[in-house]
Antibody, heavy 119, light 114 residues
Framework: EVQLVESGGGLVQPGGSLRLSCAAS????????MDWVRQAPGKGLEWVGR??????????EYAASVKGRFTISRDDSKNSLYLQMNSLKTEDTAVYYC??????????WGQGTLVTVSS | DIVMTQTPLSLSVTPGQPASISCKSS???????????LYWYLQKPGQPPQLLIY???NRFSGVPDRFSGSGSGTDFTLKISRVEAEDVGVYYC???????????FGQGTKLEIK
């Protein structure tokens, strides 16, 4: 069974930093691209970014709204995905989901972790 | 970026009756590889989204056959043949034909039971 468990969310002041983690199990993590997707309170879904696998040089892509501030990384030895968030803004307040990219694009999602950016 | 527009934004359906959601994209989602990169997700209350339909019309593993997807190019439809109580939630369409800039989602359609 595919399991994705996010952690690291919390309250942070504007301009601050936070690092989210996602622990993966139930599949061969190293084979897969992985995404972060966020959802502001009461709003829709917004794709944040993607990391490709080793075979594709771990290259990353980001949404324009976070490019230059957020960094996605992974540790295949720990089956873990990370999202380093810097220069946080109030509009970054959201539930952040870790998601697996399978044969048919985003196929499994974690339960999410809430990030609140507020003074 | 490709804009995804869903209609209606909400619908209330009697159990056992059909439901239909439209999703229109600002650009064609037909790729040169022959695939159309249009997906449907359901986010049940308090849960993360779950994949229902991939590449327009293919049901994901475990998805009941009362769910079906159709369409081509820029116009797509999700149909539920007979709505059940467990189908409540918000339905999202998503496109992923271009990366960058990356996948984009429709605004969501909230389905409730009458």
């Amino acid at each position: 069974e595919v399991q994705l468990v996010e952690s690291g969310g919390g309250l942070v002041q504007p301009g601050g930093s936070l690092r989210l983690s996602c622990a993966a199990s139930g599949f061969t993590f190293s084979d897969h691209y992985m995404d972060w997707v966020r959802q502001a309170p009461g709003k829709g879904l917004e794709w944040v970014g993607r990391t490709r696998n080793k075979a594709n040089s771990y290259t990353t892509e980001y949404a324009a709204s976070v490019k230059g501030r957020f960094t996605i990384s992974r540790d295949d030895s720990k089956n873990s995905l990370y999202l380093q968030m810097n220069s946080l803004k109030t509009e970054d307040t959201a539930v952040y989901y870790c998601a697996r990219v399978g044969r048919y694009d985003i196929d499994y999602w974690g339960q999410g972790t809430l990030v609140t950016v507020s003074s | 970026d490709i804009v995804m527009t869903q209609t209606p934004l909400s619908l209330s359906v009697t159990p056992g009756q059909p439901a239909s959601i439209s999703c229109k994209s600002s650009q064609s989602l037909l790729h040169s590889d022959g695939k159309t990169y249009l997906y449907w997700y359901l986010q049940k209350p308090g849960q993360p989204p779950q994949l229902l339909i991939y590449e327009v019309s293919n049901r994901f593993s475990g998805v009941p056959d009362r769910f079906s997807g159709s369409g081509s190019g820029t116009d797509f439809t999700l149909k539920i043949s007979r709505v059940e109580a467990e189908d409540v939630g918000v339905y999202y369409c998503m496109q992923s034909i271009q990366l960058p800039p990356g996948p984009t989602f429709g605004q969501g359609t909230k389905l409730e039971i009458k």
